[in-house]
């Protein structure tokens, strides 16, 4: 079956610009995860979304930072006013079940975004 | 709070030989602990969880790993390496709250011919 699928793969953008990353979860699936991906910080939590609960922010490292989930399904991470230390890797991930510690995080190829 | 050590950054093994690439934990909550490796360009797939019970589990690829409370550690090891497992390794920890993962720094394998 279809896997976690992100876009654009790739993704250059001037500072200062905004840019919007996509995430399609496997269908079914009711959450959601976007990590970020870096030389310097490694793999990191953003955010978190389950079904119709408020989405656990405790990730995001700033304000221009935002990510939204329309009818449960696909994501949107949106950076806005870019900086050059936001070129990264950003994965999504998806799992089937309502949270639980245990469940398998599926993860997408990601988006490699890179500012200039 | 979680957090996860992994002890080298890159590990160079030779093809047929053990590969070990270690993890150590700390969890303030029973830990669910996760290997998951990672090829170039690509996302990150799940080798092996460990949840409850069998503190020996087996993965894909002929991947296992042990989890040992008394050391917090859940080291990952594969008898015999084939070049198809030259890759990048992420040991995680599962979250107190939600199941966000908290990831180690990543362990680089070349398998050298």
């Known amino acids: 079956g279809a896997g976690v699928s992100q876009s654009p793969s790739n993704k250059v953008t001037e500072k200062g610009k905004d840019v919007e990353l996509r995430c399609d979860p496997i269908?079914?699936?009711?959450?959601l995860y976007w990590y970020r991906q870096s030389l310097g910080q490694g793999l990191e939590f953003l955010i978190y979304?389950?079904?119709?609960?408020?989405?656990?922010k405790s990730g995001l490292p700033s304000d221009r930072f935002s990510a939204e989930r329309t009818g449960g399904s696909v994501s949107t991470l949106t950076i806005q006013r870019t900086q050059q230390e936001d070129s990264a890797v950003y994965l999504c991930?998806?799992?089937?079940?309502?949270?639980?510690?245990?469940?398998?995080?599926?993860f997408g190829p990601g988006t490699r975004l890179t500012v200039l | 709070a979680q957090s996860v050590t992994q002890l080298g950054s890159h590990v160079s093994v030779s093809e047929g030989a053990l590969v070990l690439l270690r993890c150590n934990y700390s969890?303030?909550?029973?830990?669910?602990l996760f290997w998951y490796v990672q090829y170039p360009n690509q996302g990150l797939q799940l080798l092996l969880k460990?949840?409850?019970?069998?503190?020996l589990v087996k993965g894909i690829n002929g991947f296992e790993a042990e989890f040992k409370k008394s050391e917090t550690s859940f080291h990952l090891t594969k008898p015999s390496a084939h070049m198809s497992d030259a890759a990048e390794y992420f040991c995680?920890?599962?979250?107190?709250?939600?199941?966000?993962?908290?990831f180690g720094g990543g362990t680089r394998v070349l398998v050298k011919p």
């Open positions: 995680a920890v599962s979250g107190a709250a939600g199941n966000k993962l908290t």
């Open positions: 979304f389950q079904g119709n609960s408020a989405p656990d």
């Open positions: 460990y949840t409850t019970g069998a503190t």
């Open positions: 969890s303030s909550v029973p830990p669910y």
């Open positions: 991930a998806s799992s089937t079940r309502t949270g639980g510690r245990h469940d398998t995080q599926y």
């Open positions: 269908s079914g699936h009711t959450a």
